[in-house]
């Protein structure tokens, strides 16, 4: 499975848009970057999924180089309820037989 | 909105009890998984289902143990539990289709033994 690299913690201000880079550079070609969001005490929630270029749905973005060795999750105008562990996962499709692996994730605190 | 239910929510018990955590889906999905996260850590697949009588252990070594039987049920039973179980439990499920690795996740139970 792809080992996925990604910040500890990040900081921003409300209305900003916040980036949040992952490293992948051993992604396999039936490799999907899938995103997720968790808050203290929920169960996590998944944001996004991308495999290559550029995806966006309601809530983010997903940036994708050719190379595929990198992801970048665009968050736009954040707000203090985006304050939330964001996990970055690279694995085959679950339907394929993967698993989802959770790393550490980036902690965004988001303020006033 | 995910229909994913476990219940209870949080259980404080002491050593040596046998409990079981429900989890239930609404959403028909085929594939459901338990993972085990302590505060603050990473999240550990300890089980996972992808359908009736399919069971499998996940990556994370767990004592305990998990059944299907229905396809929208997947109980977590711990014969006999330690304070080194004390940890929250999330279930999750997934179905066909895309998103491909989306999986829906309940509220959690938060287990403390005693």
């Known amino acids: 499975l792809a080992k996925t690299t990604q910040p500890i913690s990040m900081d921003s201000y409300e209305g900003q848009e916040v980036n949040i880079t992952c490293s992948h550079n051993?992604?396999?070609?039936?490799?999907?970057i899938t995103w997720y969001q968790q808050f203290p005490s929920q169960g996590p929630r998944f944001i996004i999924q991308g495999y290559k270029t550029k995806v966006t749905n309601e809530v983010a973005s997903l940036f994708i180089p050719a190379d595929r060795k990198s992801s970048t999750l665009s968050l736009p105008r954040v707000s203090l309820s985006d304050t939330a562990v964001y996990y970055c996962l690279v694995g085959p499709r679950v339907d394929q037989g993967g698993k989802l692996i959770f790393g550490q994730g980036t902690e965004l605190s988001v303020k006033p | 909105e995910a229909d994913i239910y476990q219940t209870p929510r949080y259980l404080v018990i002491g050593t040596g009890k046998k409990i079981t955590l429900e989890c239930s889906q609404t959403m028909g999905h085929d594939k459901m998984y338990w993972y085990q996260q302590d505060p603050g850590m990473e999240l550990h697949l300890i089980h996972y289902?992808?359908?009736?009588?399919?069971?499998e252990k996940g990556d994370l070594s767990s004592e305990s143990t998990v059944s299907r039987i229905r396809t929208e049920h997947f109980p977590l039973t711990l014969e006999s539990a330690r304070p080194s179980h004390t940890s929250q439990y999330l279930c999750?499920?997934?179905?066909?289709?895309?998103?491909?690795?989306?999986?829906?996740f309940g509220p959690g139970t938060r287990l403390t033994v005693l």
């Open positions: 051993n992604i396999a070609t039936n490799d999907y």
């Open positions: 999750a499920s997934s179905g066909k289709g895309q998103p491909y690795n989306e999986q829906f």
């Open positions: 289902s992808y359908g009736v009588n399919s069971t």
